[in-house]
């Protein structure tokens, strides 16, 4: 198979029979590791950003039981997803791994660039999206975002191209809520549409097999925000264009100790009419949510984590960084993504998988704790 399957899903995580028996979640379609692996480097223009590389960290990470690989076309200028395939192919090649037991996800709408950091990005943006055909100047918003149809096929296809594959399993719209603000809402939930017109296209096509939305604060903010995003009416334009057997699947946004607002902030309404939490509206909805940034992007260590919270979270003997893994893994996410480098991290990060997860209880003590940082 040219994509992730549930007997391929199901098959990887049985070579795993010692560690804990909730490490592993089932949507209904694929089993997912409650940890994933991201492949995001913050602050892009700095030099080890040429120097670094993620192949063996994902290598380890397949090998230790995380079979969720997070990626984007734009992460370091499109290496990232050109890393992915250098480490997927040789396992591949050899058999110690199969198409199938793996869960790739990538994102679509930032402009990529290219490798290395090309000299006069404009002009880059001028000749490659603009001049192509794939967006007009208007429609390329603060020069790093795009969501024309042709710019997101182009995207698609590129990233199959950087990653070596033949299909993505889980394709987002990345970040969406850039343009709102530069556009008014009724655009906006229009180019929300012609998306997914185009990713329900790229379904049928065979190049994507699910699509969602990736978002930092756009379904997190108060209803009236100028760059919130309703989910009810993301998934009435998703059933609108692909009918009830409609292709958007999946929600990815940041949950972490200082940042938990998925778990507890009422902000986003159901089908009853009531406001409730984004995890509790992505279930109502039949959309599986996903976590990101569960470090805050290593800005939860900026002091030591209260003594309480490892005891509450069963990871006391543990450092504060698997503590807050903990926290993101336990609380409804079917995943939490983290980002790692090297792969003594992903070592470090692995053994979570033999410890079950956090209790409802200590989840909610800790959100009553001001998020216990």
Known sequence: MAHAT????????????????????????????????????????????????????????????????DTAINYRYQMSEREIA????????????????????????????????????????????????????????????????????????????????????????????????????????????????????????????????????????????????SLAKVVGIARRVGGEHHGFKYLQSPFNLAKPHAYGYANQQCEDGKFYPLMHACASYGVTYLGSSPLLQKNLFKRPFASNVGEMLNTSELSDVASALQFARSAGAISAIFGAVDPSHVMDNAILAYLPEASVDAVNTLMRGAYAV
């Open 6 to 69: 549930k007997e391929g899903t199901f098959g990887y995580l049985k070579k795993f029979g010692k560690y804990s028996k909730d490490f592993y979640r089932f949507n209904g379609e694929l089993f997912f590791p409650s940890l994933g692996i991201g492949t995001y480097k913050a602050e892009p223009y700095k030099e080890d950003n040429y120097i670094i590389n993620y192949a063996e960290a994902i290598r380890m990470a397949l090998r230790n039981g995380i079979n969720l690989i």
């Open 86 to 229: 250098e480490a997927l192919n040789p396992m591949f090649t050899t058999g110690e791994i199969m198409r199938e037991e793996v869960i790739i996800a990538s994102k679509a709408g930032f402009i990529p660039l290219d490798f290395p950091f090309p000299d006069n990005p404009y002009g880059w943006i001028q000749e490659n999206i603009i001049k192509s055909g794939l967006a007009s100047a208007d429609e390329v918003i603060i020069d790093q975002h795009c969501m024309t149809p042709a710019y997101l096929r182009w995207s698609c296809e590129q990233s199959l191209k950087n990653l070596e594959l033949e299909t993505i399993d889980i394709f987002y719209l990345h970040n969406p809520e850039t343009q709102l603000g530069y556009i008014d809402q009724e655009t906006f939930y229009g180019r929300i549409e012609a998306a997914f017109e185009l990713f329900e296209t790229l379904r049928s096509e065979g190049k994507i097999v699910s699509y969602g939305i990736a978002a930092w604060n756009g379904f997190l903010y108060e209803a009236d925000h100028t760059e919130y995003i």
